[in-house]
């Protein structure tokens, strides 16, 4: 059977993930703080929404990070990483801005009903409850003890290049241009469709910002067919917020944690299996089917070098879990 270290291992690596970029984002902790890529704070959110109730001290940091931050979180961002990436965290996050009594109306789109009469622990361990429960997740159909809110949380660092979109944020504003900001210091060129697939903002949004930032004479549009391709024209921008040359990923993150999750829930499925018999490895790749696809949308260029080869006999479990490995890797 697959190992039950081996699922602890890699929930463990990802833990270790987004640890090290809450601590880039001021969570106080031991973790290095994360420098590959740059950090999305509304998809981090999510998928500490679901990862986190495997490690409540991660979970609770979360909630002292958002209590001070969340002005500067973008609700929209939020709802359409939720519509389109079909991440898990939606319900949890939920009962997160019931328990911070956040109930500004940029939030009320996603908030919704509450749930009545249902309710399972929010921890799957660590953390038993005791005593009576927090009433903002009661009222979503989760039970915890109650949350105290701490101010332990550092301003994050504005010249680490992980952390420009909320350094954008914070000289612009929680709107468009601030995303468009940071893929474009991120990318050489590239089409208002693209950046809004990739920023998750509405089309229309994202075509009227670009028209608006080129009358600044800041950016550059090449006509290249029917597209108009954006890049920006000097070295203004990425003097004044990146600071020197660095060499800073941009990456979908909401589909990429989407993908997390579904590998998670593929090893734990894979992991009470005996492979004695003839159709268990069939049975593995049929849990697996279209996850390549999902993983070359996620990371295009890791998979360009690193092909998931899986056949129905006994090398299927060993192969996908030599790939992960290899993931984890390229993802810290």
Not at 63 to 77: D, E, F, P, T, V
Not at 107 to 123: A, D, R, T
Not at 290 to 303: Q, R, S, T, V, Y
Request: proline share 6%; charged share 20%.
């Amino acid at each position: 059977m697959l190992s039950l270290n081996y699922r602890k291992y890699f929930q463990e690596a990802v833990l270790n993930l987004i640890w090290s970029q809450w601590t880039s984002l001021g969570v106080p902790g031991s973790s290095i703080p994360y420098s590959k890529a740059v950090i999305d704070p509304e998809a981090l959110i999510l998928f500490t929404c679901v990862l986190g109730r495997n490690d409540p001290r991660i979970f609770d940091e979360m909630m002292n990070w958002i209590n001070k931050y969340q002005k500067s979180l973008n609700a929209g961002r939020f709802k359409r990483m939720l519509l389109q990436r079909k991440l898990e965290g939606g319900s949890v996050f939920c009962a997160v801005l019931e328990a911070l009594s956040l109930r500004e109306p940029k939030w009320k789109s996603i908030l919704g009903k509450p749930i009545c009469g249902v309710s399972e622990p929010l921890f799957h361990y660590g953390n038993p409850k005791a005593g009576r429960d927090d009433p903002g997740f009661s009222s979503r159909g989760y039970s915890r003890s109650p949350v105290i809110i701490t101010q332990g949380i550092y301003n994050f660092n504005p010249i680490s290049p992980a952390n420009l979109i909320m350094t954008l944020r914070a000289v612009f504003g929680v709107n468009s241009r601030s995303e468009v900001l940071t893929y474009l210091l991120t990318h050489a060129e590239a089409n208002s469709r693209r950046i809004a697939l990739d920023t998750y903002y509405l089309p229309k949004t994202i075509y009227n910002a670009l028209s608006d930032m080129e009358m600044s004479g800041r950016l550059r549009k090449r006509i290249q067919g029917k597209a108009s391709l954006y890049s920006l024209k000097n070295t203004f921008w990425k003097q004044e917020f990146l600071q020197e040359e660095v060499d800073v990923m941009w990456l979908d993150w909401p589909l990429i944690f989407s993908t997390l999750e579904r590998i998670l829930r593929v090893l734990l499925k894979l992991e009470p299996m005996e492979f004695d018999s003839i159709d268990k490895p069939a049975e593995v790749i049929l849990l697996l089917s279209g996850i390549e696809d999902d993983l070359n949308a996620a990371f295009p260029l890791f998979m360009l070098n690193n092909d998931l080869n899986l056949y129905p006999d006994e090398t299927a479990l060993p192969e996908f879990s030599s790939f992960l490995n290899k993931l984890l890797i390229y993802m810290s």
